[in-house]
């Protein structure tokens, strides 16, 4: 299947011309052979770092211009996050294997053996003091940043799936983690056991996604092509918003939490008013010369920080920089 998906975007890339703009783009670049397309924006706003298969791709945050590739022992790189100081990148590998590079210098200063299965998630505590993988082993690690030491497993009693995505709330007392078990744990942190488990209704799948708002009100989750709002406090649903047409796999709120971005499978992203779950916008991730079966599923996304752009990562290796204000009519 990855071979094919491969194939698909090179017919693509030789179709189309490069660079080829959705309405409401501002730029794009594409990165080479991405696979699972993983990406993070810098908490600074210089950078943004894409998984390919070979390397980690460092690219400028305005431009998109790639700016340094970082060479890695195995290939095909599951997850990229950066530290709430912009000074450390990680990243989880197939191997099991985390690691941590120096952003100032690009070097790696850190591996460590996390997982037996492949490192599906990484993510910072809000303080920038540990680090939370998720893995195909089925197991959620939290390790210190200094020593690389494990400080602990989280687990309950209900054996979870493959851990693919994991959000700290601001304040760092909650982890979310999503699951191909169906639903998202919530955890407390200082007692380091599940203090919620939001589930869809019965029937749905695997967990593709989750994130907290910068609130930390409300937590959103993705499952098939539903996006459903929770209130953190209560475990409540709050909305369901419907509309995609396939797999969700990526979700970011604004900064200011008034807007939650989608994207997934169905090759668009949509913008949905979190107050009201309205649906705000959709917009194609494909130019109009490019044709539907372009295999360009959204795999990441990320806001700027003052809201203005949101940055998408597609399966094919595209990496667009797309204008909120102009697409939401905002001020």
Avoid: C
Avoid at 94 to 105: F, K
Avoid at 195 to 219: H, Y
């Amino acid at each position: 299947m990855r071979v094919l998906w491969v194939v698909l975007a090179v017919l693509v890339s030789s179709a189309v011309a490069w660079g080829a703009l959705p309405a409401g783009a501002v730029v794009r670049q594409d990165v080479p052979l991405p696979l699972s397309g993983k990406m993070a924006l810098s908490p600074d706003g210089r950078y943004v770092v894409v998984t390919a298969t070979y390397t980690i791709e460092i690219l400028d945050a305005q431009s998109l211009e790639v700016i340094r590739s970082l060479a890695l022992p195995r290939p095909l790189p599951l997850s990229v996050a950066f530290s709430p100081d912009a000074r450390t990148l990680a990243a989880g590998g197939p191997d099991g294997v985390v690691r941590l590079w120096d952003v100032a210098i690009w070097d790696e200063i850190a591996s460590w053996k996390a997982h037996r299965g492949g490192v599906r998630a990484v993510v910072f505590s809000p303080d920038g003091r540990f680090l939370a993988s998720g893995s195909e082993d089925r197991t959620i690690q939290l390790h210190d940043v200094t020593t690389g030491s494990s400080v602990g497993q989280l687990e309950d009693e209900f054996r979870m799936t493959v851990v693919v995505d994991l959000a700290f709330s601001p304040d760092g007392a909650l982890l979310a983690s999503a699951s191909w078990d169906g639903s998202v744990r919530v955890w407390d942190m200082a007692a380091r056991e599940v203090s919620r488990i939001l589930t869809p209704p019965p029937g749905r799948r695997a967990i593709e996604a989750v994130a907290f708002s910068p609130n930390g009100r409300l937590v959103a989750s993705a499952d098939e092509a539903y996006v459903r709002l929770w209130d953190v406090e209560t475990g409540d649903l709050v909305y369901a918003l419907t509309g995609h047409e396939d797999f969700v796999l990526s979700l970011a709120f604004s900064p200011d939490g008034r807007v939650l971005a989608s994207g997934g499978r169905d090759r668009t992203i949509r913008f949905w008013d979190t107050a009201t779950g309205t649906l705000l916008r959709t917009v194609s991730a494909l130019a109009a010369d490019e044709p539907a079966w372009t295999p360009r599923w959204i795999t990441a996304l990320a806001f700027s920080l003052d809201g203005r752009f949101l940055i998408s990562a597609g399966s094919d290796g595209s990496v667009i920089r797309w204008d909120v204000s102009a697409l939401l009519g905002a001020d």
